[in-house]
C-alpha cells in the first residue's frame, strides 16, 4: 500500500508545574565561572523522561502510568522519535514495527489489522477512549502508540481478541514550536506544524497541530489529499483540579483501491500499478471521510491517595465510499469480473468515562485501585448500493471501463444502528513484596444494539448482550532486572461489535476469547535496553465472519493461536538507538466445518519480524536503517490463495543544527516486490506494495 496509506507521555505533573520544574533545575545548576558567558541550556523534556526509543512506562494496559516491567502482559510501544525517524504518517508505518501485527487492506478506506491471528477491525482507541470509526488516522497529532496484546475488555469493553491499539495524542504543557515540509516520489506533499505555549503563571496551556498531504502514488489513478487540524487547551482551576479541551478535525479523500485478483492461488504477476477499476477513479472509485471530534477531561486530585478522571468524548463520522473492485475471476477464460457500487456512513457518537483512583495499604500489601464506569452510545447510519457483472476485463492486461457513479435505484442496505454501552470495572494492582506484585480486574458490560431497518419487508432486530471480562496476572521481580509473569483474560465480541446486527447473526451469541500467557522482561544497561519474551495461546469459540459481499455468515467455529513474540528496545550511549521484534504465531481453525477445518487465519504469517537501528554520528549528523520481513499468509478462509511473503529494507539520514533539520528517508531500498495486504475475505483484493521510493523532509523547530 502506498506509504501515505498507511511525537509520549509527559508526565502530569511537570505539565502542570512548569514554573517549579525550571525553579528546580536552575536551583541545582552550579554557578558558571565568571570567566565564560552565561550559558543557555534547553533540554528535551520528553526524552528526559524516558521517551526516546526505550519508554519505561505505559498507561493503555492499566489506565494509570505503571512500569512496563510490572505489567503481567505484552505491552509494544512505539515513540514519537521512532515515528519521526521513519517519517511515519500513517497507522500501517508506525504498526509494521510490532510484532504480531499483519495488515488488512481494509476495503481501500480504513485502517485495519490483525493482532496475534485475529482482526482488530474496531480495536482502535484514542487515549484509552473507543475510535472504532472506519477511516485512516493521521498521526500529525499523536506522541505515541501503545499496543496492548490479548484480550483487554476488562478496562475498554467488547473485542481486542489478538489486542487493541491506543493512540496517545499531544497534550499542552510544553513550549513547542515545530514545522516540518516533505517532499516525495509520487509528487508527495505534506507540511507539518505544532506550536503550544505555556503560560508564565502555569494557569493554562495551549497547543495547536496541524498537517496537509497531497500525493499521486505508485498505484494507478490513486491519490490523496489529506488535511488535519487539532486544537487543545488545558486550564487549571485550582491547585489539584485540571480541564483539558481538545478538538479534532480529519478530512481524507483517495481513491478506492482494492487491489489485485489471484489466479492459480497467487496474486496475478502484473505491474503493482495495475488497477481494476473504472478508467475514471477519480471521479467514480473515490472515498471521502471527514471526523470532528471533541474531548474534554477533568482530573482532580483530593489527596496523595485519591484523585479521579472524567473524559466526554463526541464524535462525528461521514464517509462517501465509492468503488469497484473484481468480484470474480474465471481461470478459464482469464478474465476478471467487476463489481461497482458505493456506501454512505454517518455516525455520531459519545462516550463518558470516570475513572477513581486509590492508593493504600493494608494487611501488609501496597494496592493501586482503579474503580470506573463507562457509558456511550454510537448511531451509525447506513446505505449502500451494489451491482455485479458490470464489466469485465482482461485477468492481465485489464483494458478499463469508464463508470458513472452509482446512484439511485434501490439501496442493497438501509439501516440505522444504535449502539448503547455501559460498563462497570474495578482493577487492583497489588505490591505483596518487592519481589512479587498481581494485577487483578474484572468488568460487567450490557451492550444493547438495534437496527432500524428503512428498506421495505425487512424488520427491526435488536438484542442485549451482558458480559463478565475478567483478568488476573501474577509478576515475580527476583532483581531489578528481572520480571516473570504469567497472566490470563476474557473478553467478549458481540454480533454486532462494529457494524449494525443483520438477519444471520442477530440470534447468535458473542464470541468469547480466553488469554494464557507467561513472559519475561529484562532490563540491561540501567534501564537503556529492555526485552520481552511472551509464551501465548489464544482460544476464540463461536466465531463467525461476514463474507466478501457481507450478505451471508461463514461459520469458523473455534480458532486458535499459539505464539511466541520477542520484542526489545534500546537508547544506548555513543547515540545508538534500537527497536527489534519478532513474532511465531500458529493460528489456526481448530473446530469448523471441513472445508475450514485445520486452515491457517487470514493474513497472519507464521513469522514475521523487524529492526530498526539508529547512530548519531556527530556533527548533527545520524544514519540509520532496518528490515521488515513478513511471511506467507492467506488470503481468504479457505487458504485458496497464498500471499507470497518478502523482506523490505529502509534506511534514514538526517542532518541537524540548532534549530534546522534535513532529513532523508529510503523506503523499500531494494525495490521488493510484495503484496502488503489482502482483504481478509476475498481472494481477489490483494494489495501490492510500493517499490523503491524517497522522502525529504526540512524541520525547524525550537
Known amino acids: 500500500?502506498?506509504?501515505?496509506?498507511?511525537?509520549?507521555?509527559?508526565?502530569?505533573?511537570?505539565?502542570?508545574?512548569?514554573?517549579?520544574?525550571?525553579?528546580?533545575?536552575?536551583?541545582?545548576?552550579?554557578?558558571?565561572?565568571?570567566?565564560?558567558?552565561?550559558?543557555?541550556?534547553?533540554?528535551?523534556?520528553?526524552?528526559?523522561?524516558?521517551?526516546?526509543?526505550?519508554?519505561?512506562?505505559?498507561?493503555?494496559?492499566?489506565?494509570?502510568?505503571?512500569?512496563?516491567?510490572?505489567?503481567?502482559?505484552?505491552?509494544?510501544?512505539?515513540?514519537?522519535?521512532?515515528?519521526?525517524?521513519?517519517?511515519?504518517?500513517?497507522?500501517?508505518?508506525?504498526?509494521?514495527?510490532?510484532?504480531?501485527?499483519?495488515?488488512?487492506?481494509?476495503?481501500?478506506?480504513?485502517?485495519?489489522?490483525?493482532?496475534?491471528?485475529?482482526?482488530?477491525?474496531?480495536?482502535?482507541?484514542?487515549?484509552?477512549?473507543?475510535?472504532?470509526?472506519?477511516?485512516?488516522?493521521?498521526?500529525?497529532?499523536?506522541?505515541?502508540?501503545?499496543?496492548?496484546?490479548?484480550?483487554?475488555?476488562?478496562?475498554?469493553?467488547?473485542?481486542?481478541?489478538?489486542?487493541?491499539?491506543?493512540?496517545?495524542?499531544?497534550?499542552?504543557?510544553?513550549?513547542?514550536?515545530?514545522?516540518?515540509?516533505?517532499?516525495?516520489?509520487?509528487?508527495?506533499?505534506?507540511?507539518?506544524?505544532?506550536?503550544?505555549?505555556?503560560?508564565?503563571?502555569?494557569?493554562?496551556?495551549?497547543?495547536?497541530?496541524?498537517?496537509?498531504?497531497?500525493?499521486?502514488?505508485?498505484?494507478?489513478?490513486?491519490?490523496?489529499?489529506?488535511?488535519?487540524?487539532?486544537?487543545?487547551?488545558?486550564?487549571?482551576?485550582?491547585?489539584?483540579?485540571?480541564?483539558?479541551?481538545?478538538?479534532?478535525?480529519?478530512?481524507?479523500?483517495?481513491?478506492?483501491?482494492?487491489?489485485?485478483?489471484?489466479?492459480?492461488?497467487?496474486?496475478?504477476?502484473?505491474?503493482?500499478?495495475?488497477?481494476?477499476?473504472?478508467?475514471?477513479?477519480?471521479?467514480?472509485?473515490?472515498?471521502?471521510?471527514?471526523?470532528?471530534?471533541?474531548?474534554?477531561?477533568?482530573?482532580?486530585?483530593?489527596?496523595?491517595?485519591?484523585?479521579?478522571?472524567?473524559?466526554?468524548?463526541?464524535?462525528?463520522?461521514?464517509?462517501?465510499?465509492?468503488?469497484?473492485?473484481?468480484?470474480?475471476?474465471?481461470?478459464?477464460?482469464?478474465?476478471?469480473?467487476?463489481?461497482?457500487?458505493n456506501v454512505y456512513r454517518e455516525e455520531r457518537g459519545w462516550f463518558n468515562q470516570t475513572d477513581l483512583t486509590q492508593k493504600a495499604q493494608f494487611l501488609g500489601m501496597k494496592h493501586e485501585l482503579l474503580y470506573g464506569v463507562e457509558v456511550g452510545q454510537q448511531n451509525k447510519d447506513l446505505v449502500n448500493y451494489s451491482r455485479a457483472n458490470v464489466a469485465s476485463v482482461d485477468l492481465f492486461n485489464p483494458v478499463l471501463p469508464t463508470l458513472p457513479r452509482l446512484v439511485g435505484g434501490t439501496p442493497a442496505t438501509s439501516n440505522l444502528g444504535v449502539f448503547k454501552t455501559l460498563g462497570l470495572y474495578t482493577q487492583d494492582m497489588i505490591q505483596f513484596s518487592e519481589q512479587w506484585k498481581a494485577l487483578v480486574g474484572v468488568r460487567y458490560d450490557r451492550f444493547e444494539q438495534e437496527t432500524i431497518q428503512r428498506l421495505p419487508g425487512q424488520p427491526n432486530l435488536a438484542r442485549t448482550d451482558n458480559a463478565w471480562s475478567p483478568r488476573a496476572g501474577l509478576v515475580w521481580q527476583p532483581s531489578k532486572q528481572q520480571s516473570y509473569y504469567l497472566s490470563w483474560s476474557r473478553s467478549f465480541q458481540p454480533s454486532g461489535e462494529a457494524f449494525s446486527l443483520a438477519a444471520n447473526n442477530a440470534q447468535l451469541a458473542p464470541e468469547t476469547t480466553r488469554n494464557t500467557e507467561v513472559g519475561a522482561k529484562y532490563d540491561f544497561l540501567d534501564g537503556k535496553a529492555s526485552t520481552t519474551v511472551s509464551l501465548f495461546r489464544i482460544e476464540r469459540t463461536n466465531i463467525k465472519v461476514a463474507n466478501a459481499t457481507g450478505t451471508a455468515l461463514i461459520p469458523i467455529g473455534e480458532q486458535r493461536t499459539d505464539g511466541l513474540e520477542l520484542s526489545g528496545a534500546a537508547q544506548l550511549g555513543g547515540g545508538w538507538r534500537m527497536l527489534a521484534g519478532y513474532a511465531y504465531l500458529d493460528a489456526l481453525v481448530t473446530q469448523s466445518t471441513p472445508a475450514l477445518q485445520g486452515k491457517q487465519a487470514t493474513l497472519t504469517p507464521r513469522h514475521s519480524g523487524n529492526v530498526w537501528i539508529t547512530k548519531d554520528l556527530g556533527h548533527g549528523f545520524g544514519l540509520g536503517g532496518g528490515l521488515n520481513l513478513v511471511g506467507a499468509r492467506q488470503a481468504d478462509p479457505a487458504n485458496t490463495v497464498t500471499l507470497p511473503g518478502y523482506v523490505t529494507a529502509d534506511m534514514v539520514a538526517w542532518y541537524r543544527r540548532g534549530k534546522f533539520e534535513a532529513q532523508l528517508n529510503v523506503y523499500n531500498l531494494f525495490n521488493q516486490g510484495y503484496i502488503v495486504s489482502g482483504h481478509g475475505s476475498s481472494p481477489n483484493l490483494n494489495l501490492p506494495g510500493a517499490p523503491r521510493s524517497v522522502m525529504g523532509t526540512v524541520r525547524y523547530r525550537m
Open 1 to 341: 500500500m502506498s506509504r501515505y496509506l498507511h511525537t509520549h507521555h509527559v508526565a502530569r505533573s511537570l505539565a502542570a508545574c512548569p514554573v517549579l520544574l525550571v525553579g528546580l533545575v536552575q536551583a541545582q545548576e552550579p554557578p558558571a565561572p565568571q570567566s565564560l558567558p552565561p550559558v543557555t541550556v534547553k533540554a528535551d523534556v520528553s526524552k528526559e523522561l524516558g521517551a526516546g526509543y526505550n519508554p519505561p512506562n505505559a498507561i493503555s494496559a492499566t489506565k494509570t502510568e505503571a512500569p512496563l516491567r510490572d505489567i503481567p502482559q505484552t505491552v509494544n510501544v512505539v515513540t514519537a522519535e521512532v515515528m519521526q525517524d521513519q517519517h511515519a504518517t500513517s497507522m500501517q508505518d508506525v504498526l509494521k514495527n510490532v510484532p504480531g501485527v499483519s495488515f488488512s487492506s481494509g476495503d481501500g478506506q480504513r485502517d485495519q489489522v490483525s493482532i496475534r491471528g485475529f482482526s482488530a477491525i474496531a480495536d482502535q482507541f484514542v487515549d484509552g477512549i473507543r475510535d472504532d470509526a472506519l477511516y485512516f488516522r493521521d498521526l500529525s497529532n499523536v506522541d505515541r502508540v501503545e499496543v496492548i496484546k490479548g484480550p483487554a475488555a476488562v478496562l475498554y469493553g467488547r473485542g481486542s481478541s489478538g489486542g487493541l491499539i491506543n493512540r496517545v495524542t499531544k497534550k499542552p504543557g510544553l513550549d513547542v514550536t515545530d514545522f516540518a515540509l516533505s517532499y516525495g516520489m509520487w509528487a508527495d506533499r505534506r507540511v507539518e506544524g505544532d506550536v503550544g505555549r505555556v503560560f508564565a503563571d502555569g494557569a493554562a496551556a495551549f497547543r495547536i497541530t496541524a498537517a496537509h498531504e497531497e500525493a499521486n502514488s505508485y498505484r494507478s489513478q490513486q491519490f490523496l489529499n489529506r488535511t488535519a487540524v487539532a486544537p487543545s487547551l488545558e486550564l487549571r482551576l485550582a491547585p489539584q483540579t485540571t480541564v483539558l479541551l481538545q478538538a479534532d478535525y480529519l478530512q481524507d479523500r483517495r481513491v478506492t483501491d482494492f487491489g489485485i485478483p489471484a489466479y492459480k492461488g497467487r496474486p496475478v504477476a502484473v505491474d503493482p500499478s495495475t488497477y481494476y477499476g473504472a478508467a475514471n477513479a477519480r471521479d467514480s472509485d473515490y472515498s471521502q471521510s471527514r471526523v470532528y471530534s471533541g474531548t474534554a477531561t477533568v482530573n482532580h486530585r483530593f489527596d496523595e491517595n485519591w484523585s479521579i478522571r472524567n473524559a466526554t468524548r463526541y464524535y462525528h463520522y461521514s464517509l462517501e465510499r465509492n468503488n469497484t473492485l473484481v468480484g470474480s475471476v474465471n481461470e478459464s477464460t482469464l478474465r476478471a469480473s467487476l463489481t461497482h457500487g
